[in-house]
Nanobody, 115 residues
Framework: QVQLGESGGGLVQPGGSLRLSCATS????????VNWARQAPGKQREWVAS???????NYVDSVKGRFTISRDNAKNTVYLQLNSLKPEDTAVYYC?????????WGQGTQVTVSS
């Protein structure tokens, strides 16, 4: 079955960096797009970034120039590099992929940006 698992979150100071990973299994990763989303306390979940099967990327305006999404088809893994982190980036970060009309989600990884 389709499975996604995020890792790499943690506590970081403002201006710091983290790299999140989304390990996947159960589907043909190389032909699939994958997305990152986040949910801050008391807020709705929001889309952050996407990468297509061909490597095209898109970002929400608030993270452009600071976050980079990438993929490694040999490892069935998508990454999200978070640079120049701000307190407002604090959230649980999730990856997801759409298969057969369903949207599959991982369990999320917590990112906390605080001094």
């Amino acid at each position: 079955q389709v499975q996604l698992g995020e890792s790499g979150g943690g506590l970081v100071q403002p201006g710091g960096s983290l790299r999140l990973s989304c390990a996947t299994s159960g589907f043909t990763f190389s032909s699939s797009g994958v997305n990152w989303a986040r949910q801050a306390p008391g807020k709705q979940r929001e889309w952050v970034a996407s990468i297509s099967s061909g490597g095209s990327t898109n970002y929400v305006d608030s993270v452009k120039g600071r976050f980079t999404i990438s993929r490694d088809n040999a490892k069935n893994t998508v990454y999200l590099q978070l640079n120049s982190l701000k307190p407002e980036d604090t959230a649980v970060y999730y990856c997801n992929t759409a298969r057969g009309g369903f949207l599959y989600w991982g369990q999320g990884t917590q990112v906390t940006v605080s001094s």
